[in-house]
């Protein structure tokens, strides 16, 4: 029923109650600049400046794949990220405080309530019904 009025569902995770809606494509191009930006940190332990601006230029011009993207979805980092962009909008919480809620107890969980929240699925599947 939340899925066709698209009402955010509730999901208990360490005790708590939390209301959670679909992250959006807005989310995941945030996530994937956030991946971008990751790597180009990684870089600014290059000591050589020439080159660490050669491949900071490149982390820059060749993005992040579809692979490293997916790779990434299923770290505990990634997972946070998104939990917490499926939490922000029906209450105010923290990056760090969703990191918290997320480890190999609740990993499974919360994963199934990403997937089944996930819009590119319901996208597919308005495709089916027409």
């Known amino acids: 029923m939340?899925?066709?009025t698209n009402?955010?569902?509730e999901i208990k995770l360490k005790?708590?109650?939390y209301k959670v809606s679909e992250y959006t494509l807005k989310d995941l191009a945030n996530f994937r600049r956030k991946i971008q930006s990751n790597k180009i940190k990684l870089v600014s332990i290059v000591e050589d400046k020439e080159d660490r601006m050669a491949l900071t230029r490149e982390i820059l011009?060749?993005?992040i794949s579809d692979d490293e993207f997916l790779n990434?979805?299923?770290t505990v980092e990634g997972v946070s990220y998104l939990l917490w962009c499926?939490?922000?909008p029906n209450q105010e919480i923290e990056l760090e405080a969703v990191e918290r809620l997320v480890d190999a107890?609740?990993?499974g969980e919360i994963i199934t309530v990403m997937t089944n929240l996930s819009p590119v699925?319901?996208?597919k599947k308005v495709k089916e019904q027409k």
């Open 72 to 74: 990434e979805m299923q």
């Open 86 to 88: 499926m939490i922000k």
């Open 121 to 123: 699925k319901d996208k």
């Open 2 to 4: 939340e899925s066709m």
């Open 61 to 63: 011009k060749d993005g």
């Open 105 to 107: 107890d609740s990993m």
């Open 7 to 9: 009402a955010p569902l």
């Open 15 to 17: 005790g708590d109650l």
